[in-house]
């Protein structure tokens, strides 16, 4: 049977597909949305550069489907494809899915449920690690209960406590989205942008449901071993947007900011080391260098390469003199 929702109309949800060479399992992510219990959505699919038949397979749905619009871009990363969608957006809420991924049956009915009964800006379901196959591999992350307000989130997404980084498995309010919210050619967009989510929101629910089942796809671009050096890099990156941010932040308190200036140390020089140890360009060890230099400014101190390769040793039995410097200094 065909669905077709009218051009007119507003739908209440917009959700966000970018897609690059994911020919292997682009039907099952779309019927996994398009099936869905709920259906008063549109979904925008950004083909960025596909060179498989990938935009065949979007063209092929949007025939039967009317909810579907399918936009083409030449290659410009995950990114740059979010920010394209998100500007095409007509719905008051966001979902976003990536292409090789797939939803639970009723995913999205399961978030609105809980987000009018709590009358949350965000609301977040479980995610599911699987393999290609749709195995069951492990639940991704801890998963909190009932409800954060803004503080509290954002606290928690800075740490890597309770909260994960990714932007699926979730609902947004349209309006948390400024214009590029997405950093391009980053591969850790999501970590150096979802903590604006958190500051700028009321209040958040999580719902302990299962609603979206993360493919561990070995040839996906975070599994990638030739990306490790740059994927890093893009990790150290987002540290410093974190930082930087935390800094400015009016819903931290002054101890706060000095713990997360303790661990943004301790963090980004753990994967410094890393990065000289994976054979880096002459571009990638520039890089390298200035971010050394940035964080030794953090620090306010001299930090040698043998002081990062052993930082986490010392800076979790760290002495009082050192532990005084790193926090209060």
């Given at each position: 049977m065909q669905t077709r929702a009218s051009n007119d109309s507003t739908p209440r949800l917009s959700i966000i597909l970018p897609c690059y060479n994911v020919e292997k399992f682009l039907?099952?992510?779309?019927?996994?949305?398009?099936?869905?219990?709920?259906?008063?959505?549109?979904?925008?699919?950004?083909?960025?550069?596909?060179?498989?038949?990938?935009?065949?397979?979007?063209?092929?749905?949007?025939?039967?489907?009317?909810r579907l619009r399918v936009h083409t871009q030449p290659n410009a990363g995950q990114s740059a494809a979010r920010n394209h969608a998100i500007g095409l957006a007509r719905a008051p809420w966001l979902m976003f899915v990536d292409a090789d991924d797939y939803l639970e049956t009723r995913s999205i009915e399961t978030l609105f449920r809980a987000q009018a009964e709590s009358q949350a800006d965000v609301v977040a379901g479980r995610i599911k690690l699987v393999t290609t196959d749709g195995e069951d591999i492990k639940w991704i992350s801890q998963h909190p209960s009932g409800q954060m307000d803004s503080r509290q989130a954002l606290w928690c997404i800075l740490n890597f406590h309770k909260l994960h980084n990714y932007v699926f498995a979730k609902i947004f309010r349209r309006e948390?989205?400024?214009?590029?919210?997405?950093?391009?050619?980053?591969?850790?967009?999501?970590?150096a942008?979802?903590?604006?989510?958190?500051?700028?929101?009321?209040?958040?629910?999580?719902?302990?449901?299962?609603?979206y089942n993360y493919v561990d796809n070995p040839a996906g671009t975070m599994n990638n071993a030739t990306h490790s050096v740059r994927r890093d890099l893009d990790f150290i990156k987002a540290c410093f947007i974190r930082y930087e941010f935390?800094?400015?932040?009016?819903k931290l308190s002054p101890r706060q900011k000095r713990f997360f200036r303790y661990k943004t140390i301790k963090r980004?020089?753990?994967?410094?080391?890393?990065?000289?140890?994976?054979?880096?360009?002459?571009?990638?060890?520039?890089?390298?260098?200035?971010?050394?230099?940035?964080?030794?400014?953090?620090?306010?101190?001299?930090?040698?390469?043998?002081?990062?390769?052993?930082?986490?040793?010392?800076?979790?039995?760290?002495?009082?003199?050192?532990?005084?410097?790193?926090?209060?200094?």
């Open positions: 039907d099952r992510c779309l019927a996994s949305i398009l099936s869905q219990d709920f259906s008063d959505f549109e979904l925008l699919a950004v083909d960025d550069g596909s060179t498989d038949s990938t935009g065949a397979i979007l063209a092929s749905w949007a025939q039967r489907d009317g948390l989205f400024g214009q590029d919210f997405f950093p391009r050619g980053m591969m850790m967009e999501d970590v942008s979802m903590h604006r989510i958190y500051a700028r929101m009321g209040k958040m629910c999580f719902v302990p449901d299962r609603v935390a800094q400015q932040s009016d980004i020089g753990r994967v410094i080391p890393q990065c000289y140890d994976a054979e880096p360009t002459e571009a990638q060890r520039e890089q390298l260098a200035l971010d050394h230099a940035r964080l030794e400014q953090i620090a306010g101190r001299t930090l040698t390469m043998e002081d990062l390769r052993h930082i986490r040793r010392r800076m979790l039995l760290p002495t009082i003199r050192t532990k005084i410097a790193l926090l209060f200094g």
